[in-house]
């Protein structure tokens, strides 16, 4: 049910996405504008991932996740009747702060998941968002031959189709969230630091366990992204890809990590274990993304592109797997929103500098900056720990 509600959230967002430069420039929007509509989405899930985390810490991930489907559907909202450059603006920051639920959803797998299932079950999760990435664009595509508002209207109809779902037909992970506010928890916990305590020690205490999973997952993303924000760029200008065609690349690789963290990823880690599934990821990522510029040709590029999509798909959700096992389970919820909110903070960053390097440096220099970053990430996953043991209370606090 959750993949479900995961996958038709993920539709709606990615139908919008691929058209919101189309619809700026209608607009009379600058570049520079556009580059920052983009950013928008994640600087405000930077700002709200967090505060999902501990709601959903305090009062269960079901509201959480329901609250954050309404919020993106009212940003679709704002996308369909968008008029002035600055409501397209203000939808994106919307459907951010909706989209902040990603760590709660992470964090539901860990409520209800056992701790040997969790980088599988976060596989399949994933595997449904990427099958949304992979089929929305073309949706998107088709439904602006209804009228330019009919791309926004059916993603925000989407939305509250979910809110309705969700609501009828997912259940709490942890019913015991069920309680009143201001009564004391009744199963075994710890004191529930403030947010920025837990931000706090990822910054100040990078080499902690938790902590350098969390960087790990960040710098990662910030490789991933910074190929993702040039990659249109660099097709068009080295292989002639037009808007027309892009949409191809997509569905190539959408489908490859479908398959991978759906069918492939259980079995590798039955065989290796999360921490070596991770390392593996990280690997294959740095190859693919320092990859890209080499080939010459369509299919050339195709073999190595690949490998951008399986690095991904093994490297993201064995470490957030890593962070459910290590984290205290009374603010799961919160670490989860955190590690979302440091991935944002990537999300933002490498669109911006990759695009400066494309136009400054080469077309080719954030693809080996991108692969020397998350080579980088290897180094970190080799230091991790590889006992994939979940957190245990301690018994005087059990007692207690």
């Not at 993949?3 to 929007?29: H, R």
């Not at 938790?210 to 790990?216: A, C, D, E, G, S």
């Not at 993702?228 to 690349?249: K, P």
């Not at 590029?301 to 962070?323: D, E, H, M, Q, Y």
Request: charged share 10%.
């Amino acid at each position: 049910m959750l993949m479900a509600t995961a996958f038709v959230d993920m539709v709606g967002g990615s139908m919008i996405f691929p058209l919101l430069p189309f619809y700026a420039l209608k607009l009379n929007a600058d570049p520079w504008l556009i580059g920052w509509m983009i950013a928008a989405f994640w600087i405000a899930q930077l700002a709200s991932a967090p505060l999902w985390g501990r709601v959903s810490d305090r009062y269960g991930r079901r509201p959480a996740l329901l609250a954050g489907l309404a919020a993106s559907a009212a940003g679709f909202l704002v996308f369909a009747f968008a008029v002035e450059a600055w409501m397209l603006l203000l939808s994106r920051l919307v459907q951010g702060a909706g989209g902040g639920t990603t760590g709660v959803a992470q964090a539901y797998v860990g409520d209800a998941v056992e701790p040997k299932d969790r980088a599988k079950a976060l596989g399949w999760l994933s595997a449904a968002t990427s099958a949304g990435v992979m089929i929305g664009p073309a949706i998107g595509s088709l439904a602006t031959t209804l009228g330019s508002a009919a791309p926004g209207l059916i993603a925000a109809g989407l939305c509250l189709l979910n809110v309705f779902y969700a609501w009828r037909w997912l259940p709490e992970s942890a019913p015991h969230r069920r309680h009143n506010p201001g009564a004391k928890q009744a199963d075994p916990s710890g004191p529930r630091r403030p947010v920025r305590a837990v931000v706090w020690e990822v910054i100040a205490s990078p080499r902690g366990d938790v902590p350098r999973l969390v960087w790990i997952y960040t710098m990662g993303m910030l490789g991933f992204m910074s190929m993702i924000g040039v990659l249109a760029l660099y097709l068009e200008r080295a292989f002639g890809v037009t808007e027309q065609t892009i949409g191809l690349f997509f569905v190539y690789t959408g489908a490859l990590s479908v398959v991978m963290r759906a069918v492939i990823l259980g079995k590798l880690v039955e065989r290796f274990g999360e921490t070596g599934v991770m390392r593996m990821g990280a690997t294959l990522l740095a190859l693919g993304l320092m990859g890209i510029p080499l080939p010459h040709t369509i299919l050339g590029l195709a073999a190595v592109i690949a490998l951008v999509p399986i690095g991904t798909a093994l490297l993201f959700p064995a470490t957030s797997a890593l962070v459910t096992h290590r984290a205290p389970p009374w603010e799961l919820g919160q670490v989860m929103g955190v590690q979302q909110a440091f991935g944002s903070v990537a999300r933002v960053a490498g669109p911006i500098w990759a695009t400066a390097a494309f136009q400054a440096l080469g077309i080719d220099v954030p693809f080996y900056v991108s692969g020397a970053v998350v080579c980088l990430v290897l180094l970190l996953a080799l230091r991790v720990k590889p006992s994939d043991v979940a957190f245990q209370v301690e018994p005087t606090k059990a007692a207690g």
